[in-house]
């Protein structure tokens, strides 16, 4: 069993709180790290030791080459360690290995290497402005100490998309990962450590939300912070910065009820296929889950007798079993949750189609495995509809015209992502501009890339992660008005 002990200044500390707790593979209920649990004092002295290095220049004033080739070389060493952290964030979360293969650390890889390269291509702009002698033009600054918080269901990928974006921009940053799924953001410190990166600009304190992230919101050496999370977490943030002495820049990423629409001209077995990868992928713990199918009445009952039979064909497994496709949900606290939503949706008028409860017997009884698990006759007005479940559950509903079906998908306080599934271009572009969202896949889902703009609107977050967007969330925007003529233009009247 491996530990870790708090990571900060480039050194490995011991929490000063003398705490721990066990990192379990939910799969089989194994130990498989311990690690300490931070304190409010401890959190001070990371944000202190970022606060020093940003302060000190050490990082910020680096040459964008110099910046960036130090990014890549953390690039590098993950390359090297690619098994080793794809096992590490399997047994973490209980997802697969070939997701955490194909998906968790390549990703991880590429943000770096993405805003590496891209801080080097960002401009300033000259900006023409009225009258003869006014010269105005703007640049782009780091804000100072970052502090990330990363949820548990993509520790390591969501984690270093915000990270990369910071560090690339000239910030330092103070992680804090889900205490559930925290063992990969502490293995980032012994690879920064052999990437030579200058002590204080990457820290990471492992530990409880409420002591660890609490401090950097309230601490007056925090200038952003950026938050993957729920809904009710990223409301807390908010009230916290605006009581907070200083208000702090907010990035806020949040939960999701995305929609996939089927039109009734689409490509069938794509849609099926498609509309099971959507709630089924990393267990349906993904803030973009299309778990609400909105079905036309021709295409109803055929789509769902195909869907649920190859539901059944599923692997559902442990998480290092090569041929497993779904693992265990991430503890037990979180499949009592994922339960009771299943429950109230029968109360409430719901008809399991098929899956509806906890795999058991056998190696299931050792995890935390469920069902799959399909909900018909969902109408609007069902929690099971409106609400986040974040598990292997989709809600079915039919509709009888496109712009009902539009609607029914707008009909949320969310706004992550949405899906439209038709061979009809115009269809797709059409309903594509409808439809409230800051991310519409069309003919897919779910699909995400380094290189383009992610995150919600409406209750789902604020600002924007990846992309050249992602980039300059980390980035304070400076004007800068420069008067050049002969003599100076007297506003006063004033003699000269």
Not at 157 to 186: D, F, P, Y
Request: charged share 25%.
């Amino acid at each position: 069993m491996k530990k870790f002990k708090l990571f900060y200044g480039n050194q490995w500390m011991d929490s000063t709180g003398n705490k721990s707790f066990q990192a379990i593979n939910p799969c089989n209920g194994e130990v498989i790290a311990e690690l300490l649990s931070g304190t409010t004092e401890d959190t001070k002295a990371a944000i202190q030791a970022a606060r020093k290095a940003f302060d000190s220049g050490c990082w910020s004033d680096l040459d964008y080459d110099e910046r960036a080739a130090y990014l890549h070389k953390v690039a590098d060493i993950m390359e090297e360690r690619f098994e080793e952290l794809a096992k590490w964030e399997a047994m973490d979360t209980g997802k697969p290995i070939s997701e955490t293969r194909s998906i968790d650390i390549p990703l991880s890889i590429r943000a770096f290497r993405f805003h590496a390269d891209g801080i080097k291509s960002l401009k300033g702009q000259v900006i023409k402005v009225p009258g003869k002698h006014l010269f105005d033009y703007v640049t782009y600054e780091p804000f100072g100490v970052v502090g990330s918080i990363a949820p548990w269901n993509f520790p390591l990928h969501l984690l270093t998309r915000s990270i990369a974006a910071a560090l690339a921009a000239g910030n330092t940053v103070v992680c804090k990962a889900a205490e559930i799924t925290s063992v990969t953001t502490q293995i980032l410190g012994e690879i920064f450590l052999e990437a030579g990166i200058p002590a204080g600009v990457y820290n990471s304190i492992s530990g409880s939300g409420r002591i660890v992230g609490e401090e950097l919101l309230a601490n007056d050496s925090v200038d952003m912070v950026a938050l993957t999370g729920s809904e009710g977490v990223g409301r807390r943030f908010m009230t916290a910065s605006a009581e907070a002495k200083r208000i702090k820049k907010l990035s806020l990423e949040l939960g999701g009820k995305s929609a996939m629409i089927v039109d009734s001209n689409c490509d069938f077995n794509a849609a099926v296929n498609s509309a099971i990868q959507g709630f089924c992928t990393n267990q349906g713990e993904v803030c973009v889950s299309t778990s609400r199918l909105l079905l036309p009445n021709d295409l109803y009952e055929d789509f769902l007798i195909s869907m649920t039979e190859k539901i059944s064909r599923l692997r559902i497994g442990d998480c290092l079993d090569e041929k497993t496709q779904m693992g265990s949900l991430v503890s037990e606290k979180h499949l009592n949750s994922v339960q009771g939503f299943v429950d109230r949706a029968i109360t409430e008028g719901g008809k399991v189609r098929i899956g509806g409860k906890r795999l058991t017997g056998g190696d299931y009884d050792k995890g935390f495995y469920f069902q799959p698990t399909v909900i018909e006759n969902v109408t609007r007005d069902m929690e099971i509809f409106q609400e986040e479940v974040f598990g292997p559950v989709l809600a079915v509903t039919r509709y009888e015209t496109m712009d009902e079906a539009i609607e029914l998908a707008n009909d949320t306080r969310f706004g992550l992502g949405a899906a439209i599934m038709s061979e009809d271009i115009r269809t797709l572009y059409w309903v594509a501009e409808k439809l409230d969202a800051g991310t519409v896949w069309m003919n897919c889902v779910s699909k995400s890339n380094i290189e383009t703009p992610f995150g919600g609107n409406k209750n789902s977050g604020i600002g924007r992660e990846d992309g050249t967007e992602g980039l300059l969330e980390y980035l304070k925007t400076k004007n800068h008005i420069q008067y050049v003529g002969t003599p100076y233009e007297d506003f006063f009247g004033f003699d000269q």
